[in-house]
Protein backbone atom coordinates (compact mmCIF):
# COMPACT_ATOMS: atom_id res chain seq x y z
CA UNK A 1 0.00 0.00 0.00
CA UNK A 2 1.20 3.26 -1.00
CA UNK A 3 1.65 5.54 2.25
CA UNK A 4 1.92 9.60 2.83
CA UNK A 5 3.60 11.20 5.25
CA UNK A 6 1.74 12.90 8.04
CA UNK A 7 4.30 15.93 9.62
CA UNK A 8 4.21 15.86 13.80
CA UNK A 9 2.50 18.81 15.40
CA UNK A 10 1.25 20.50 18.67
CA UNK A 11 -1.98 19.50 19.51
CA UNK A 12 -4.12 21.55 22.10
CA UNK A 13 -5.32 19.73 25.04
CA UNK A 14 -8.66 21.24 25.71
CA UNK A 15 -9.55 19.03 28.71
CA UNK A 16 -7.64 17.28 31.55
CA UNK A 17 -10.23 15.11 33.31
CA UNK A 18 -9.90 12.28 36.10
CA UNK A 19 -11.93 9.39 33.84
CA UNK A 20 -12.24 9.70 30.22
CA UNK A 21 -14.85 7.38 28.90
CA UNK A 22 -14.80 6.70 24.92
CA UNK A 23 -18.21 6.00 23.11
CA UNK A 24 -21.67 7.50 24.48
CA UNK A 25 -24.14 4.23 24.44
CA UNK A 26 -25.84 3.55 27.59
CA UNK A 27 -22.42 1.37 28.83
CA UNK A 28 -20.64 4.41 28.32
CA UNK A 29 -22.97 6.73 29.83
CA UNK A 30 -23.19 4.56 32.53
CA UNK A 31 -19.89 4.47 33.75
CA UNK A 32 -19.48 8.20 32.91
CA UNK A 33 -22.28 8.54 35.00
CA UNK A 34 -20.94 6.35 38.36
CA UNK A 35 -18.09 7.84 38.57
CA UNK A 36 -19.34 11.10 38.32
CA UNK A 37 -21.20 10.68 41.17
CA UNK A 38 -18.71 9.26 43.54
CA UNK A 39 -16.99 13.03 42.96
CA UNK A 40 -14.70 12.12 39.73
CA UNK A 41 -14.19 14.81 37.09
CA UNK A 42 -14.97 12.83 33.72
CA UNK A 43 -15.17 13.76 30.08
CA UNK A 44 -17.53 11.27 27.89
CA UNK A 45 -16.57 11.33 23.88
CA UNK A 46 -19.26 10.32 21.28
CA UNK A 47 -18.41 10.55 17.55
CA UNK A 48 -22.53 10.50 16.80
CA UNK A 49 -24.56 13.68 17.67
CA UNK A 50 -26.64 11.71 20.76
CA UNK A 51 -25.75 8.80 23.31
CA UNK A 52 -27.52 5.82 23.86
CA UNK A 53 -25.38 3.84 21.18
CA UNK A 54 -27.49 0.51 19.55
CA UNK A 55 -30.51 1.77 21.19
CA UNK A 56 -31.31 4.79 19.53
CA UNK A 57 -28.35 5.39 16.97
CA UNK A 58 -29.84 1.70 15.94
CA UNK A 59 -33.22 1.98 16.79
CA UNK A 60 -33.26 -0.73 19.23
CA UNK A 61 -36.00 -0.32 21.33
CA UNK A 62 -35.73 -3.67 23.84
CA UNK A 63 -34.74 -3.93 27.22
CA UNK A 64 -34.45 -7.19 28.78
CA UNK A 65 -35.85 -8.28 32.10
CA UNK A 66 -34.42 -7.23 35.20
CA UNK A 67 -35.64 -10.36 37.09
CA UNK A 68 -34.06 -13.84 37.14
CA UNK A 69 -35.56 -16.55 34.52
CA UNK A 70 -38.28 -17.25 36.39
CA UNK A 71 -39.25 -13.47 37.17
CA UNK A 72 -38.92 -14.32 41.06
CA UNK A 73 -35.65 -12.57 41.99
CA UNK A 74 -34.32 -9.07 41.20
CA UNK A 75 -31.48 -8.99 39.61
CA UNK A 76 -30.51 -5.86 37.70
CA UNK A 77 -30.79 -1.85 39.55
CA UNK A 78 -28.91 0.62 39.23
CA UNK A 79 -29.10 3.19 36.15
CA UNK A 80 -30.95 0.59 33.84
CA UNK A 81 -33.84 0.97 36.79
CA UNK A 82 -33.30 4.63 37.09
CA UNK A 83 -33.73 5.14 33.66
CA UNK A 84 -36.50 2.86 33.29
CA UNK A 85 -38.38 5.12 35.74
CA UNK A 86 -37.46 8.25 34.51
CA UNK A 87 -38.52 7.04 30.68
CA UNK A 88 -41.94 5.63 32.33
CA UNK A 89 -42.60 9.57 33.69
CA UNK A 90 -42.62 10.57 30.04
CA UNK A 91 -45.21 7.58 28.79
CA UNK A 92 -41.87 6.03 26.67
CA UNK A 93 -41.49 2.66 28.13
CA UNK A 94 -44.02 0.00 28.28
CA UNK A 95 -43.69 -3.20 30.50
CA UNK A 96 -44.00 -6.42 29.29
CA UNK A 97 -43.50 -9.11 32.66
CA UNK A 98 -42.55 -12.25 32.61
CA UNK A 99 -41.38 -12.15 29.17
CA UNK A 100 -37.61 -14.02 28.12
CA UNK A 101 -37.48 -12.02 25.03
CA UNK A 102 -38.86 -8.47 26.03
CA UNK A 103 -39.30 -6.39 29.10
CA UNK A 104 -39.16 -3.00 28.46
CA UNK A 105 -40.39 -1.63 24.62
CA UNK A 106 -38.98 2.30 24.92
CA UNK A 107 -39.64 5.69 22.94
CA UNK A 108 -35.77 5.47 22.74
CA UNK A 109 -36.00 9.55 20.89
CA UNK A 110 -37.36 10.07 24.40
CA UNK A 111 -34.12 7.72 25.73
CA UNK A 112 -31.51 10.49 23.51
CA UNK A 113 -32.82 13.14 26.30
CA UNK A 114 -32.82 11.15 29.18
CA UNK A 115 -29.61 10.26 28.22
CA UNK A 116 -28.40 14.13 28.11
CA UNK A 117 -30.16 15.11 31.43
CA UNK A 118 -28.48 12.56 32.86
CA UNK A 119 -25.02 13.36 31.72
CA UNK A 120 -26.24 17.13 32.63
CA UNK A 121 -26.88 16.58 36.09
CA UNK A 122 -23.81 14.55 37.09
CA UNK A 123 -21.50 17.53 35.39
CA UNK A 124 -20.11 14.72 33.15
CA UNK A 125 -18.21 17.29 30.22
CA UNK A 126 -20.03 16.21 26.79
CA UNK A 127 -17.99 16.05 23.02
CA UNK A 128 -20.73 14.85 20.72
CA UNK A 129 -19.43 14.66 16.84
CA UNK A 130 -16.12 13.97 17.98
CA UNK A 131 -14.57 11.44 16.99
CA UNK A 132 -11.94 9.19 19.32
CA UNK A 133 -8.49 8.81 16.64
CA UNK A 134 -5.43 7.85 19.02
CA UNK A 135 -3.70 7.41 21.91
CA UNK A 136 -1.05 8.84 23.66
CA UNK A 137 1.24 6.83 25.90
CA UNK A 138 3.88 6.81 28.31
CA UNK A 139 5.05 3.43 29.70
CA UNK A 140 2.56 1.13 31.05
CA UNK A 141 -0.21 4.38 31.00
CA UNK A 142 -1.96 6.14 28.46
CA UNK A 143 -1.58 9.74 29.12
CA UNK A 144 -4.37 11.06 26.60
CA UNK A 145 -6.30 10.57 23.89
CA UNK A 146 -6.73 12.69 20.55
CA UNK A 147 -9.84 13.41 18.95
CA UNK A 148 -11.10 14.64 15.56
CA UNK A 149 -14.03 17.38 15.40
CA UNK A 150 -15.63 20.35 13.96
CA UNK A 151 -12.89 22.28 15.86
CA UNK A 152 -9.65 20.09 14.33
CA UNK A 153 -7.67 17.62 16.11
CA UNK A 154 -7.79 18.14 20.12
CA UNK A 155 -6.29 16.32 23.12
CA UNK A 156 -7.83 14.60 26.47
CA UNK A 157 -5.62 14.31 29.09
CA UNK A 158 -6.99 12.04 31.69
CA UNK A 159 -5.91 9.64 34.85
CA UNK A 160 -8.05 6.57 33.55
CA UNK A 161 -9.49 5.82 30.15
CA UNK A 162 -12.55 3.78 29.52
CA UNK A 163 -12.86 2.44 26.32
CA UNK A 164 -17.30 1.75 25.75
CA UNK A 165 -16.37 1.93 21.63
CA UNK A 166 -18.36 -1.30 20.91
CA UNK A 167 -15.01 -2.31 18.67
CA UNK A 168 -12.73 -1.66 21.26
CA UNK A 169 -10.59 0.98 18.93
CA UNK A 170 -8.56 2.31 22.35
CA UNK A 171 -7.15 -1.21 23.32
CA UNK A 172 -6.64 -2.02 19.21
CA UNK A 173 -4.75 1.44 18.88
CA UNK A 174 -2.90 0.39 22.48
CA UNK A 175 -1.55 -2.72 20.53
CA UNK A 176 -4.13 -5.10 23.28
CA UNK A 177 -4.57 -8.73 22.26
CA UNK A 178 -7.65 -9.11 20.81
CA UNK A 179 -9.59 -11.67 18.58
CA UNK A 180 -12.68 -12.50 16.40
CA UNK A 181 -15.21 -15.25 17.04
CA UNK A 182 -15.20 -17.99 13.83
CA UNK A 183 -18.38 -16.53 12.59
CA UNK A 184 -19.40 -13.18 13.60
CA UNK A 185 -22.79 -12.41 14.32
CA UNK A 186 -24.33 -10.25 11.48
CA UNK A 187 -24.98 -6.60 12.07
CA UNK A 188 -28.68 -5.28 10.85
CA UNK A 189 -30.41 -2.10 9.72
CA UNK A 190 -33.54 -1.44 11.40
CA UNK A 191 -36.32 -0.06 10.38
CA UNK A 192 -38.74 1.76 11.80
CA UNK A 193 -42.08 1.42 9.60
CA UNK A 194 -46.06 2.75 9.63
CA UNK A 195 -48.96 0.46 8.60
CA UNK A 196 -52.42 0.04 8.67
CA UNK A 197 -54.46 -2.90 10.27
CA UNK A 198 -54.03 -5.15 7.10
CA UNK A 199 -50.43 -5.39 7.38
CA UNK A 200 -50.10 -6.08 10.87
CA UNK A 201 -51.07 -9.55 10.31
CA UNK A 202 -48.45 -10.17 7.58
CA UNK A 203 -45.98 -12.98 7.69
CA UNK A 204 -43.46 -10.77 6.71
CA UNK A 205 -40.45 -14.51 8.22
CA UNK A 206 -42.66 -16.41 5.77
CA UNK A 207 -43.35 -14.21 2.64
CA UNK A 208 -39.48 -13.49 3.12
CA UNK A 209 -38.69 -17.40 3.44
CA UNK A 210 -40.98 -17.72 0.42
CA UNK A 211 -40.40 -14.47 -1.82
CA UNK A 212 -37.21 -13.02 -0.69
CA UNK A 213 -34.91 -14.49 -3.32
CA UNK A 214 -36.85 -12.04 -5.42
CA UNK A 215 -35.89 -9.37 -3.58
CA UNK A 216 -32.35 -10.11 -2.77
CA UNK A 217 -33.29 -10.96 0.98
CA UNK A 218 -32.03 -14.25 1.95
CA UNK A 219 -33.89 -16.95 4.13
CA UNK A 220 -33.59 -15.60 7.56
CA UNK A 221 -34.73 -14.82 10.88
CA UNK A 222 -35.81 -10.99 12.52
CA UNK A 223 -38.30 -9.56 14.54
CA UNK A 224 -40.64 -6.57 14.76
CA UNK A 225 -42.44 -4.66 17.73
CA UNK A 226 -44.05 -1.98 18.66
CA UNK A 227 -43.12 1.76 19.57
CA UNK A 228 -44.37 3.11 22.71
CA UNK A 229 -47.08 5.72 22.34
CA UNK A 230 -46.41 5.57 18.27
CA UNK A 231 -49.65 3.78 16.90
CA UNK A 232 -48.95 1.87 13.64
CA UNK A 233 -45.42 2.86 13.97
CA UNK A 234 -43.29 -0.60 13.88
CA UNK A 235 -39.99 -1.32 14.48
CA UNK A 236 -38.56 -4.22 12.06
CA UNK A 237 -35.34 -5.71 12.93
CA UNK A 238 -35.22 -7.65 9.54
CA UNK A 239 -32.36 -7.63 7.85
CA UNK A 240 -29.11 -9.12 7.96
CA UNK A 241 -25.66 -8.21 6.10
CA UNK A 242 -23.78 -11.77 6.49
CA UNK A 243 -19.91 -12.33 6.52
CA UNK A 244 -18.72 -8.50 7.07
CA UNK A 245 -16.26 -7.07 9.60
CA UNK A 246 -18.10 -3.76 10.70
CA UNK A 247 -14.74 -2.79 12.22
CA UNK A 248 -13.40 -2.48 9.02
CA UNK A 249 -14.05 1.30 7.23
CA UNK A 250 -14.65 -0.15 3.88
CA UNK A 251 -17.02 -3.35 4.94
CA UNK A 252 -19.12 -0.53 7.14
CA UNK A 253 -19.19 1.35 4.64
CA UNK A 254 -20.76 -1.69 2.44
CA UNK A 255 -23.26 -2.60 5.06
CA UNK A 256 -24.60 0.27 5.63
CA UNK A 257 -25.66 0.60 2.02
CA UNK A 258 -26.09 -3.00 2.00
CA UNK A 259 -28.86 -2.91 5.08
CA UNK A 260 -30.81 0.06 3.60
CA UNK A 261 -31.41 -1.53 0.27
CA UNK A 262 -32.45 -4.75 2.13
CA UNK A 263 -35.07 -2.42 4.08
CA UNK A 264 -36.61 -0.75 0.88
CA UNK A 265 -36.24 -4.59 -0.54
CA UNK A 266 -38.45 -5.59 2.52
CA UNK A 267 -40.72 -2.66 1.94
CA UNK A 268 -41.31 -3.82 -1.78
CA UNK A 269 -41.77 -7.36 -1.21
CA UNK A 270 -44.53 -6.55 1.47
CA UNK A 271 -46.06 -4.25 -1.33
CA UNK A 272 -46.39 -6.51 -4.23
CA UNK A 273 -47.19 -9.87 -1.86
CA UNK A 274 -48.77 -8.22 1.45
CA UNK A 275 -52.36 -6.80 1.14
CA UNK A 276 -53.20 -3.67 0.15
CA UNK A 277 -52.43 -1.11 2.63
CA UNK A 278 -50.91 2.22 3.51
CA UNK A 279 -46.85 1.73 4.05
CA UNK A 280 -44.22 4.18 4.74
CA UNK A 281 -40.57 4.57 5.92
CA UNK A 282 -40.86 6.32 9.02
CA UNK A 283 -36.99 5.92 10.04
CA UNK A 284 -34.21 4.51 9.19
CA UNK A 285 -30.86 4.05 11.83
CA UNK A 286 -28.03 7.04 11.84
CA UNK A 287 -25.98 4.02 12.45
CA UNK A 288 -26.16 0.43 11.30
CA UNK A 289 -26.61 -1.93 14.27
CA UNK A 290 -23.29 -4.06 14.89
CA UNK A 291 -23.75 -6.85 16.96
CA UNK A 292 -20.35 -7.64 17.08
CA UNK A 293 -16.63 -6.99 16.35
CA UNK A 294 -13.46 -7.91 17.49
CA UNK A 295 -13.03 -9.35 21.38
CA UNK A 296 -10.34 -7.43 23.67
CA UNK A 297 -8.62 -10.56 25.65
CA UNK A 298 -8.48 -9.79 29.25
CA UNK A 299 -7.88 -10.86 32.56
CA UNK A 300 -10.68 -13.76 32.29
CA UNK A 301 -12.77 -14.86 29.37
CA UNK A 302 -16.25 -15.65 30.15
CA UNK A 303 -17.38 -19.36 28.76
CA UNK A 304 -20.62 -20.44 27.59
CA UNK A 305 -19.92 -23.21 30.24
CA UNK A 306 -19.31 -20.80 32.89
CA UNK A 307 -22.73 -18.70 31.69
CA UNK A 308 -25.49 -21.48 31.66
CA UNK A 309 -24.03 -23.18 34.88
CA UNK A 310 -24.24 -19.86 36.66
CA UNK A 311 -20.62 -20.34 37.96
CA UNK A 312 -20.51 -17.59 41.28
CA UNK A 313 -17.60 -15.73 41.28
CA UNK A 314 -15.83 -13.36 43.94
CA UNK A 315 -15.60 -10.60 41.55
CA UNK A 316 -19.10 -10.39 39.77
CA UNK A 317 -20.12 -6.82 38.90
CA UNK A 318 -23.33 -7.96 36.78
CA UNK A 319 -25.89 -10.42 36.62
CA UNK A 320 -27.98 -11.54 33.72
CA UNK A 321 -30.79 -13.82 32.81
CA UNK A 322 -31.06 -13.09 29.15
CA UNK A 323 -30.67 -16.49 27.06
CA UNK A 324 -28.05 -17.45 24.82
CA UNK A 325 -29.20 -15.83 21.66
CA UNK A 326 -26.83 -16.33 18.73
CA UNK A 327 -27.76 -14.94 14.76
CA UNK A 328 -25.51 -17.05 13.07
CA UNK A 329 -23.65 -16.39 10.41
CA UNK A 330 -23.47 -19.50 7.99
CA UNK A 331 -27.04 -21.40 8.99
CA UNK A 332 -28.79 -18.11 8.26
CA UNK A 333 -31.24 -18.71 10.99
CA UNK A 334 -30.77 -18.25 15.01
CA UNK A 335 -30.43 -20.42 18.09
CA UNK A 336 -31.44 -19.58 21.87
CA UNK A 337 -30.11 -21.56 24.90
CA UNK A 338 -31.73 -21.57 27.91
CA UNK A 339 -30.51 -21.60 31.66
CA UNK A 340 -33.32 -24.11 31.87
CA UNK A 341 -31.01 -26.72 29.59
CA UNK A 342 -33.22 -25.69 26.73
CA UNK A 343 -33.13 -24.75 23.83
CA UNK A 344 -34.46 -23.92 20.34
CA UNK A 345 -33.30 -23.31 16.90
CA UNK A 346 -35.41 -21.36 14.18
CA UNK A 347 -34.26 -22.32 10.73
CA UNK A 348 -36.14 -21.73 7.57
CA UNK A 349 -39.37 -20.51 9.28
CA UNK A 350 -39.60 -23.38 11.49
CA UNK A 351 -39.05 -23.69 15.27
CA UNK A 352 -37.09 -27.01 16.75
CA UNK A 353 -37.19 -27.38 20.53
CA UNK A 354 -34.95 -29.40 22.15
CA UNK A 355 -32.38 -29.65 25.35
CA UNK A 356 -28.80 -28.75 25.16
CA UNK A 357 -28.01 -31.02 28.05
CA UNK A 358 -30.17 -33.30 30.33
CA UNK A 359 -32.41 -32.67 32.77
CA UNK A 360 -31.76 -31.83 36.37
CA UNK A 361 -33.60 -31.49 39.59
CA UNK A 362 -32.10 -27.80 39.97
CA UNK A 363 -31.40 -24.91 36.86
CA UNK A 364 -29.70 -21.66 37.46
CA UNK A 365 -31.58 -19.02 37.30
CA UNK A 366 -29.59 -16.19 36.67
CA UNK A 367 -25.18 -15.88 35.74
CA UNK A 368 -22.57 -13.30 37.00
CA UNK A 369 -19.94 -12.04 35.09
CA UNK A 370 -16.46 -10.56 36.26
CA UNK A 371 -15.01 -7.74 36.58
CA UNK A 372 -12.13 -9.08 35.70
CA UNK A 373 -13.97 -9.38 31.64
CA UNK A 374 -12.98 -5.84 31.46
CA UNK A 375 -9.23 -5.77 32.51
CA UNK A 376 -6.73 -6.13 29.95
CA UNK A 377 -3.75 -7.50 31.11
CA UNK A 378 -1.56 -4.67 29.93
CA UNK A 379 -1.94 -0.77 30.81
CA UNK A 380 -2.80 0.20 34.54
CA UNK A 381 -5.35 2.98 33.92
CA UNK A 382 -7.56 1.10 30.44
CA UNK A 383 -10.74 -1.01 31.48
CA UNK A 384 -13.11 -1.82 28.29
CA UNK A 385 -16.87 -2.29 28.73
CA UNK A 386 -19.21 -3.05 25.99
CA UNK A 387 -19.73 -5.32 23.29
CA UNK A 388 -16.00 -6.18 23.01
CA UNK A 389 -16.22 -8.02 26.16
CA UNK A 390 -13.76 -11.23 26.35
CA UNK A 391 -15.84 -13.84 26.04
CA UNK A 392 -16.56 -17.11 24.12
CA UNK A 393 -19.55 -16.97 21.30
CA UNK A 394 -21.95 -18.67 24.06
CA UNK A 395 -21.67 -16.85 26.58
CA UNK A 396 -21.40 -13.37 24.57
CA UNK A 397 -24.91 -14.49 23.12
CA UNK A 398 -26.04 -13.79 26.45
CA UNK A 399 -24.10 -10.63 27.84
CA UNK A 400 -24.51 -8.79 24.53
CA UNK A 401 -27.55 -7.58 25.53
CA UNK A 402 -28.18 -3.81 26.64
CA UNK A 403 -29.56 -4.48 30.47
CA UNK A 404 -25.99 -6.51 30.85
CA UNK A 405 -23.51 -4.13 29.40
CA UNK A 406 -25.15 -1.36 31.06
CA UNK A 407 -24.29 -2.75 34.36
CA UNK A 408 -20.78 -3.41 33.04
CA UNK A 409 -20.38 0.63 32.30
CA UNK A 410 -21.59 1.09 36.01
CA UNK A 411 -18.85 -1.28 37.17
CA UNK A 412 -16.42 0.23 34.76
CA UNK A 413 -17.41 3.71 35.94
CA UNK A 414 -17.18 2.71 39.61
CA UNK A 415 -13.68 0.69 39.17
CA UNK A 416 -11.96 4.14 37.50
CA UNK A 417 -12.99 6.14 40.52
CA UNK A 418 -11.76 3.61 43.15
CA UNK A 419 -8.26 2.89 41.07
CA UNK A 420 -7.54 6.82 41.41
CA UNK A 421 -9.23 7.13 44.83
CA UNK A 422 -6.47 3.98 45.92
CA UNK A 423 -3.99 5.04 43.32
CA UNK A 424 -3.99 1.70 42.02
CA UNK A 425 -3.69 0.15 38.85
CA UNK A 426 -7.17 -0.58 37.70
CA UNK A 427 -5.77 -4.92 38.05
CA UNK A 428 -5.34 -3.93 41.73
CA UNK A 429 -8.35 -2.62 43.21
CA UNK A 430 -10.21 -4.42 45.99
CA UNK A 431 -12.92 -6.14 43.77
CA UNK A 432 -14.74 -6.28 47.35
CA UNK A 433 -15.12 -2.21 47.72
CA UNK A 434 -15.59 -2.65 44.14
CA UNK A 435 -18.82 -4.21 44.99
CA UNK A 436 -19.80 -2.43 48.22
CA UNK A 437 -19.76 1.31 46.28
CA UNK A 438 -21.54 -0.32 42.95
CA UNK A 439 -24.04 -1.28 46.09
CA UNK A 440 -24.19 1.96 47.97
CA UNK A 441 -24.79 3.50 44.26
CA UNK A 442 -28.35 1.52 43.47
CA UNK A 443 -26.65 -1.65 42.21
CA UNK A 444 -27.97 -5.08 43.09
CA UNK A 445 -24.73 -7.21 43.90
CA UNK A 446 -25.19 -10.38 45.67
CA UNK A 447 -23.01 -11.88 48.62
C1 LIG B 1 -30.09 -5.17 15.33
C2 LIG B 1 -29.76 -5.44 16.74
C3 LIG B 1 -30.76 -5.84 17.60
C4 LIG B 1 -30.48 -6.04 18.93
N1 LIG B 1 -31.51 -6.33 19.76
C5 LIG B 1 -31.30 -6.16 21.09
C6 LIG B 1 -32.41 -6.08 21.96
O1 LIG B 1 -33.56 -6.22 21.56
N2 LIG B 1 -32.15 -5.82 23.27
C7 LIG B 1 -30.88 -5.69 23.75
O2 LIG B 1 -30.69 -5.42 24.92
N3 LIG B 1 -29.81 -5.82 22.95
C8 LIG B 1 -30.00 -6.00 21.62
N4 LIG B 1 -28.94 -6.03 20.78
C9 LIG B 1 -27.57 -6.03 21.34
C10 LIG B 1 -27.17 -4.68 21.89
O3 LIG B 1 -27.91 -3.65 21.29
C11 LIG B 1 -25.67 -4.41 21.69
O4 LIG B 1 -24.90 -5.54 22.04
C12 LIG B 1 -25.25 -3.27 22.62
O5 LIG B 1 -26.01 -2.12 22.34
C13 LIG B 1 -23.78 -2.97 22.44
O6 LIG B 1 -23.47 -1.91 23.31
P1 LIG B 1 -22.07 -1.22 23.30
O7 LIG B 1 -22.16 -0.14 24.32
O8 LIG B 1 -20.98 -2.20 23.44
O9 LIG B 1 -21.92 -0.65 21.83
P2 LIG B 1 -22.75 0.40 20.99
O10 LIG B 1 -24.18 0.43 21.41
O11 LIG B 1 -22.42 0.07 19.58
O12 LIG B 1 -22.11 1.78 21.40
C14 LIG B 1 -20.83 2.20 21.04
C15 LIG B 1 -20.84 3.72 21.07
O13 LIG B 1 -19.52 4.19 20.85
C16 LIG B 1 -19.52 5.15 19.80
N5 LIG B 1 -18.20 5.07 19.16
C17 LIG B 1 -17.69 4.00 18.50
N6 LIG B 1 -16.46 4.26 18.07
C18 LIG B 1 -16.17 5.52 18.48
C19 LIG B 1 -15.02 6.36 18.32
N7 LIG B 1 -13.92 5.95 17.68
N8 LIG B 1 -15.07 7.60 18.86
C20 LIG B 1 -16.18 8.05 19.52
N9 LIG B 1 -17.28 7.29 19.67
C21 LIG B 1 -17.27 6.04 19.17
C22 LIG B 1 -20.68 4.77 18.93
O14 LIG B 1 -21.14 5.84 18.15
C23 LIG B 1 -21.70 4.31 19.97
O15 LIG B 1 -22.46 5.35 20.48
C24 LIG B 1 -29.16 -5.88 19.42
C25 LIG B 1 -28.13 -5.52 18.56
C26 LIG B 1 -28.42 -5.29 17.23
C27 LIG B 1 -27.32 -4.84 16.34
Not at 94 to 102: I, Q, W
Not at 202 to 230: C, H, N, S
Not at 335 to 352: C, N, S
Not at 376 to 382: G, H, I, L
Request: charged share 25%.
Amino acid sequence: MKTIYEPGKHIPIVDEADVCVLGGSCTGVFAAVRAARLGAKVVIIEKQNCFGGVATLGLVNIWHSLYDAEFKKQIISGLTEEVVERLEKRSAVRKNSNSPSSAFNLNTEELKIELDQLITESKVKPYLHSFYAAPVVEGDRVKAVIIENKSGRQAIAAKVFIDATGDGDLCYHLGLEHFYAEAIQPPTSCAKLYYGEKLHGFGWQKAIAEKGEEFGLAEDWGWRTFVPGMPNTFMHAETHVFNVDCADAAQLTYSEIEGRRQVRALMDLARKYGPEDVLALVSLPAAIGIRETRHIKAEYQLTERDLLSGTKFHDAVAYGSYRVDIHHADCKGITFKYLDGTQEVIRHGKKAVSRWREETADSPTYYQIPYRCLVPPKFENVLFCGRMIDADPGAFGAVRVMVNLNQLGEAAGVAAFLALDSALPVAEISTQKLREVMAKGGSIIFD
